[in-house]
């Protein structure tokens, strides 16, 4: 019974390395995501692990599906909803990540400082002291060539992005970029914003109007105070309001372009954005599912086993 959590964790390492091999390097993230929550749920029991690896395999073969399925759309043609779309960035961002300076879409930093007397090789983690961190998810834009897009990154499933690792004297340096020269990959749920837009700026420039006439309350009096009282009655405040409309239609002063949004869908499908081209990342999710799902199957059979032994243990007491 002692022997078993060890062969366990040996297996788990073992797999770990395996499918290091065979995927990305920044599949690496995930598998250090899974050692940590795995033996910190270990000490809890198994089946907080194989809960957690039967959610994520089938999160990634979810999004596997979702991208082999799913045809990619130019922007300027797309239908109202799930689409897939793949562009670069439309224009020069002007976003650079804070430490590497490069020119990025999307980026996650960390900063640590050597504070012992060791050499970085020898620092343990006691040994780096956190002295800057940051991100920035804000929404992004798009091109394909026939239109523009802008993309919420908040929710999604973000792979392939540029992982930075380096040492500068005494710092240890991290950055997770989406590179702004690089293809982006995005599928999400597309809504174009036009009609919502105009209603809420024509409004605006309404009260604005209004605003303007009440600077001068003898002459708004004038003109509509229809019943001669000295005030502006709820009737009378309508009429205001239906004249302030009437004059900004006839202006004509607020003309708004559609705005293309892609944001995480509301029917909770996979929302991916990626540098991976799409036969790539179809692999990559499907591998990662499986991964997660032998590692469940795993751990789920040692549970069986155990309690099995538990039980018949038991009865030979008896």
């Known amino acids: 019974m002692i022997g078993q959590p060890i062969v366990v964790l040996l297996l ?3 797999t770990l390395f395996v499918f290091y091999k065979l995927a990305t390097n920044y599949f690496l993230c995930y ?3 899974l050692v940590v929550v795995g033996l910190v749920f270990y000490c809890f029991g198994l089946l907080g692990v194989i809960a957690y690896c039967l959610y994520f395999s089938l999160r990634e073969l979810k999004a596997s599906f979702a991208v082999k399925d799913t045809v990619t759309s130019r922007i300027s043609s797309a239908a109202q909803g799930y689409v897939e779309i793949i562009g670069k960035s439309s224009k020069e961002t002007g976003l650079k990540a804070p430490l590497s300076g490069l020119p990025c879409l999307w980026y996650e930093y960390s900063e640590y400082e050597n504070k012992s007397i060791w050499p970085n090789w020898m620092a343990g983690s006691k040994d780096w002291k956190l002295i800057s961190s940051g ?10 060539g026939t239109s523009s897009c802008q ?8 792979s392939g992005l540029n992982c930075r690792n380096w040492y500068e004297g005494k710092r240890r340096c991290h950055e997770l970029l989406l590179l702004a020269n690089k293809d982006v990959y995005v599928l999400g749920e597309f809504i174009t914003i ?4 105009q209603k809420a700026k024509a409004n605006k420039e309404v009260s604005a109007l209004i605003n303007a006439w009440k600077q001068n309350p003898n002459v708004l009096k004038a003109s509509f105070d229809i019943n001669n009282d000295g005030e502006i009655d709820l009737q009378e405040m309508a009429l205001i309001r239906t004249r302030a409309q009437r004059e900004v239609e006839q202006k004509a002063a607020i003309k708004i372009e559609p705005v293309n949004t892609i944001n995480k869908p509301k029917d909770k499908r996979p929302f991916v954005i990626s540098h991976h081209p799409h036969s790539t990342l179809v692999n990559r999710h499907r591998l990662h599912g499986l991964y997660y799902l032998v590692i469940g199957l795993f751990l789920l059979a040692q549970t069986q086993a155990y309690c099995t032994g538990l039980v018949f243990n038991s009865m030979l007491c008896q």
């Open 12 to 14: 788990l390492f073992l």
């Open 31 to 33: 598998s250090v995501r």
């Open 135 to 144: 991100s920035y998810h804000d929404p992004f834009v798009l091109s394909d």
């Open 151 to 158: 993309v919420n990154p908040l929710g999604a499933q973000i």
């Open 194 to 197: 036009g009609e919502e837009v």
